[in-house]
């Protein structure tokens, strides 16, 4: 991984952006701060403000974990496109049986529901629809709670693809798509062949590890076992790196 916005970084990141690339952002720990309640995150003004002046230049997208319901009313602004639930939803084009979804995660919450709280009632489980999040930051002993859950996770059926976060688990239903299938759809349907990507956790590196050529790859925060080209030292440096791609897109859609 190499610093983006070193003199190197910044090169590479602007004539890249002189392609008008499909600029795509993941939410949490990118665009907003990772938080102990995620029900409180909103955008950032200062995020915003600069998204809506790049929206004014190239398509922006946003391509989160979160569900859409949950997803819009955070934002504050009408993205060019909006993928939720790590790429189960809002994609365009996509004829995928949401009904069979839907039933999958309700047979997982209803047998979840009454063992998790054997395990730590401090565990809590975020119905997504598609896709169920289980939140562990409060819980007393970490590894405990993470053995305990992992242990449940391989009892049920169909079994769950699991994705590990920051103190959360992702439970997706197994073979329907990721956040890297989704940029792939975005690239199909736009025609485009270059898109910017960047995120902050484990299920951002089914992008970063698209073999296709035109996707340029920011990880925030530093980690060894990233497929990311690049990097930003953390959330706080969204702002620098918005304003040197606003510096570097062309004026204009």
């Known amino acids: 991984m190499s610093d983006l916005l070193n003199d190197d970084g910044l090169r590479a990141l602007c004539a ?10 993941d939410f949490d720990g990118t665009l907003a701060p990772l938080a102990p309640d ?24 946003i391509v989160t974990g979160r569900s859409l319901a949950d997803m819009r009313e955070r934002l504050g602004f009408v ?24 039933r999958i995660c309700n047979e997982w919450k ?26 562990f930051l409060n819980a007393r002993n970490h590894a405990q709670s993470i053995a305990d859950l992992s242990a449940l996770f391989a009892q049920l059926r169909p079994a769950p693809r699991v994705i590990p976060g920051k103190c959360i688990f992702s439970l997706l239903p197994g073979g329907r798509g990721d956040k890297g299938e989704a940029v792939r759809q975005l690239l199909r349907v736009t025609q485009n062949d270059a ?9 951002d590196e089914d992008v970063f590890r698209l073999p296709e050529t035109g996707i340029f ?36 859609r």
């Open 195 to 203: 898109a910017f990507y960047i995120g902050d956790d484990v299920t």
């Open 16 to 25: 890249f952006a002189a392609r008008a690339p499909l600029c795509l952002f």
């Open 79 to 102: 993205p060019d496109y909006l993928i939720g639930n790590h790429g189960l939803e809002g994609v365009p084009g996509e004829r995928r049986q949401h009904a069979a979804l839907v």
């Open 110 to 135: 209803d047998w979840l529901a009454p063992r998790m709280t054997g395990i730590d009632p401090a565990i809590w489980l975020e119905d997504k629809q598609y896709s169920l999040s289980l939140h």
């Open 217 to 252: 790859s920011v990880r925030v925060g530093r980690s060894n076992a990233t497929a990311a080209r690049w990097t930003i030292a953390d959330h706080e440096a969204i702002g620098t790196l918005l304003d040197a791609l606003l510096r570097c897109v062309p004026a204009a």
């Open 38 to 61: 995620p029900a409180g995150v909103l955008l950032p003004p200062a995020v915003r403000q600069r998204l809506q002046a790049l929206q004014q230049r190239v398509p922006v997208g």
